[in-house]
């Protein structure tokens, strides 16, 4: 049996080039089944165009009531940021803070809880 020779050349491999991503979840179970769980998940995924995306999801399925544990219909809101490498940790600051009032703006709030335009 004759000897294989193995190749002392150094591999040349080529990697894609793929952004940084990073995925968390977090569930809320007094539902009792999968199906009802409620859902928060974040997404944050570096891209090509000098910037950081973030993406909030948060789902709420609607259980039947008849024990079959079917969803009834489920509630989604989804918040994308991005976020430029030239952005300061204070403009980042500024931008969480501007969020997160904007959700809690009574105007806001009533559109989501009683589906009204603001007018």
Request: without cysteine.
């Amino acid at each position: 049996m004759a000897k294989q020779r193995l190749s002392t050349k150094p591999l040349k491999l080529s990697l894609p080039k793929r952004a940084l991503t990073f995925q968390h979840a977090w569930v809320e179970k007094t539902a009792g089944v999968y199906a009802g769980y409620l859902n928060l998940t974040q997404l944050v995924r570096r891209t090509s165009n000098k910037s950081t995306k973030v993406q909030l999801k948060v789902t709420t399925p609607k259980l039947s009531a008849d024990g079959l544990f079917s969803v009834i219909h489920t509630g989604i809101a989804t918040v994308d940021i991005t976020l430029p490498d030239t952005m300061s940790v204070q403009e980042r600051k500024d931008l969480s803070r501007y969020i997160a009032n904007a959700l809690d703006n009574t105007i806001v709030r009533d559109a989501i809880e009683n589906m009204s335009p603001a007018f």
